[in-house]
């Protein structure tokens, strides 16, 4: 596709529910990122793929947030037993890999009520 | 602790005016600099980087200073348009050789144009 394209834009959960957010990467990107930014906040790196392999995940918060790009492609970020403090938008980016600059999604909003 | 330091956290300039917008970094590994922009309810948009091999990038309006001895690089908007009116976020990432690494970013400044 022409950009990164995240679903769905917007997701209010209740505390405790399990949520997951999904990312289209630009076609033939090997690279794969997931950011999370609080509101006022700038974005703060979560887990990065390069094709299906996960590379670095140092910066999921905690044991409930699992992310997966099985067929190195589109990628799914998951939280389950979300928490007020979850509550964040969730940014993607892809890039070509190497030096290339990110092409970041528009987001998903998660509220968690 | 907070690897990429940004400063002010908000600005209002006069239309046609110079913004300038600082950043200071801590980890000397970091190799690229990039500026990004972001409008309401957008991902970050990348406006312009920077290697530490050269001091000064200009593209159009936008000009990225580095001073890798001082470790602080700036993002000058020269001509600013109330357009311009956005968060700016500078960042930094340190390149492990393995493939594209994660951004540390600063906080953000939010930039208003007064026309």
């Known amino acids: 596709g022409a950009g990164v394209s995240q679903s769905p834009r917007y997701k209010v959960a209740k505390r405790g529910q399990d949520v997951a957010l999904r990312c289209d990467p630009i076609?033939?990107?090997?690279?794969l990122f997931w950011y999370q930014q609080a509101l006022g906040q700038g974005p703060e790196f979560l887990t990065y793929?390069?094709?299906?392999?996960?590379?670095?995940k140092s910066g999921l918060p905690s044991d409930r947030f699992f992310a997966e790009r099985p067929e190195g492609s589109v990628s799914t970020l998951k939280i389950q037993r979300t928490q007020q403090e979850d509550s964040a938008v969730y940014l993607c980016?892809?890039?070509?890999?190497?030096?290339?600059?990110?092409?970041f999604g528009s987001g998903t909003r998660l509220t968690v009520v | 602790q907070q690897q990429v330091k940004q400063s002010p956290q908000s600005l209002i300039v006069q239309k046609g005016g110079i913004s300038i917008i600082n950043c200071a970094y801590e980890?000397?590994?970091?190799?690229?600099f990039p500026w990004y922009q972001q409008f309401p309810g957008k991902g970050p948009a990348l406006l312009i980087a920077?290697?530490?091999?050269?001091s000064e990038k200009k593209e159009g309006r936008f000009t990225i200073s580095f001073n890798k001895s001082a470790k602080q690089f700036s993002l000058h908007i020269m001509d600013s348009q109330p357009g311009d009116s956005a968060t700016y976020f500078c960042?930094?990432?340190?390149?492990?050789?393995?493939?594209?690494?994660?951004?540390?970013f600063g906080k953000g400044t939010h930039l208003i144009i007064q026309p």
């Open positions: 980016a892809s890039s070509q890999g190497g030096h290339y600059g990110y092409t």
């Open positions: 076609s033939g990107h090997v690279s």
């Open positions: 793929f390069q094709n299906e392999a996960q590379l670095d």
């Open positions: 980890n000397t590994a970091f190799d690229y």
């Open positions: 920077i290697r530490p091999d050269v």
């Open positions: 960042a930094a990432r340190e390149y492990s050789g393995g493939g594209a690494d994660g951004l540390t």
